[in-house]
């Protein structure tokens, strides 16, 4: 379990508030991280950038560090306290969101955007150890799922915020408005979320506790699981479209759709709410319960998800009715994060409970700097590539060439079935 709280009581907080207070936080997480795709068009006017430079703003400036020391400062979540580090990377993070606001060009808005990633390195991976340690192994993909509505509703809360916020004032007051929200939420969350406190080696009395085995040992131990590198390349190849699409659908819409910002903010946050909160909260309830009967269910459910959520992307990504591509896009924007709740639950189950904010951080390194790294970069930089042949419409086919992604990631989580029944590590 986790380690003892620094400064704190050994009394562990209610599960309900513990779950409550991280889904805030994480609300807060992806407002900070999402904000710039509604306010891409903007900035690109005013700064005068390229899509491949507001494709390095949304991915590798933020993915970088993101996703390199998210290791680090959860192995020492592991050791030290979970709640202590994700309020301070709450902190950083949001102030680095408030400094976006403040750039003159593009290399102070990308080291704005490092520094966003820095703070936001240290709040998922033990939010995920958190989670793990107050809610027991059948309830956990739920308990997870709950805590993943945080990435639609806090984009959604980004797109309709800053849309309007940038459509009747300015965009910088969109990312000095978000920043200052995670700065003030920062001391409740301390005050209301507590680690669960340590439990002694053999439940007695001056019982040593165990250790939390160190990075490397972990490394080691997911190392030789399969199940491991399927799972996290799988949710990689997912990931480099989501993110991809998340950030760039705005764009799309005010390119072959004539939205304006507005509109664009309230099709795509609508999208985000409905779609994804859906998808969220059926792949932790099916998770959990197909997954109690067959754990490769873990993986086979998030991968069934792609594979039929790929033609209907297609479908809606070609449409040229406003409309019907918003019906088109519902449905596979709900299945787009049906993978969240069973994949988060089955990384937790493969490593010791002591290890959970480590084994979540690797898992991540992979997923993110993958993902988030290289899709939003790889779909601006084809749509340059592109941009010969297709003109204004270059950036619909840069989406559609990629949604070759979504069947490499279903077949990677098909085959991590079968490991998942013998890597599986019981409580």
Request: charged share 10%; glycine share 12%; net charge neutral.
């Amino acid at each position: 379990m986790s380690g003892p709280a620094i400064g704190q009581a050994g009394k562990a907080s209610s599960p309900r508030v513990v779950l409550g207070m991280l889904l805030v936080v994480y609300v807060f997480n992806f407002v900070d991280r999402q904000i710039l795709a509604i306010l891409a068009a903007p900035i690109q006017a005013d700064l005068q950038l390229s899509d491949g430079e507001m494709g390095l703003l949304g991915g590798i400036a933020f993915a970088l560090l993101y996703s390199t020391l998210a290791v680090p400062l959860a192995a020492l979540a592991d050791r030290t306290s979970r709640s202590w580090v994700i309020t301070v990377s709450l902190v950083l993070w949001s102030g680095f969101t408030a400094l976006c606001g403040l750039a003159q060009g593009f290399w102070h808005i990308f080291l704005a955007r490092l520094g966003v990633g820095i703070g936001e390195a240290g709040g998922v991976a033990p939010s995920y150890a958190l989670i793990g340690d107050y809610f027991p192994s059948e309830q956990r993909a739920t308990a997870l799922s709950v805590y993943s509505l945080g990435i639609p509703l806090g984009s959604a809360a980004g797109v309709l915020a800053g849309g309007y916020i940038a459509a009747t004032v300015d965009w910088r007051l969109a990312f000095f408005a978000v920043g200052l929200g995670g700065l003030l939420i920062a001391p409740l969350f301390k005050l209301l979320v507590r680690d669960r406190p340590k439990p002694t080696g053999l439940g007695l009395p001056g019982s040593i506790a165990p250790s939390s085995p160190g990075l490397k040992a972990t490394a080691a131990v997911l190392a030789r699981k399969p199940s491991f590198w399927l799972l996290a390349f799988g949710a990689a190849c997912s990931s480099m479209l989501g993110y991809g699409i998340a950030f760039w659908l705005p764009s799309l819409l005010m390119r072959s759709f004539g939205f304006d910002l507005v509109q664009a903010s309230q099709f795509f946050g609508a999208l985000l709410l409905l779609g994804g909160v859906a998808g969220v909260m059926a792949g932790g309830w099916l998770g959990d319960r197909l997954g109690h009967r067959d754990r490769a269910f873990y993986s086979w459910l998030p991968g069934a998800g792609f594979f039929l959520g790929a033609p209907l992307f297609a479908l809606g990504i070609s449409s040229s009715d406003a409309v019907m591509a918003f019906l088109l896009f519902l449905v596979p924007q709900a299945l787009a994060y049906v993978w969240l709740g069973p994949v988060l639950s089955a990384v937790q189950h493969l490593v010791q409970p002591s290890a959970r904010s480590t084994a979540s951080a690797l898992f991540l390194l992979i997923n993110n700097l993958i993902g988030l790294g290289g899709g939003i970069y790889a779909l601006g930089a084809l749509s340059e590539f592109l941009a010969p042949f297709y003109g204004e419409e270059a950036l619909r086919y840069s989406m559609l060439y990629a949604l070759g992604l979504y069947g490499v990631a279903a077949l990677l989580m098909s085959l991590a079935g079968p490991f998942l029944r013998r890597d599986w590590v019981d409580e």
